[in-house]
């Protein structure tokens, strides 16, 4: 699950707590660290291309992309 809202919003926040996914990303937050697996710290004004930018670059290195 990839949360891609850049601020706090509470049936966004609910339905990610409540999912059964593997594996969750989600801008940092204190409040959200029991839901989210992987946080990252943004400015709050980001645009939506460089936070999916960002996610991509993390989860790239916590595993590569298969080259089969």
């Not at 699950?1 to 049936?11: K, R």
């Not at 409540?18 to 989210?36: D, I, L, N, P, W």
Request: net charge negative; proline share 3%.
């Amino acid at each position: 699950l990839i949360d891609l809202s850049n601020h706090s919003q509470f049936p966004i926040n609910y339905a990610a707590a409540q999912s059964r996914a593997r594996y969750k990303v989600g801008a940092f937050g204190e409040q959200h660290s029991e839901t989210y697996d992987l946080m990252i710290n943004v400015e709050d004004d980001i645009d939506i291309r460089s936070f999916i930018e960002h996610v991509i670059n993390y989860l790239n290195i916590i595993k590569p992309a298969s080259n089969d």
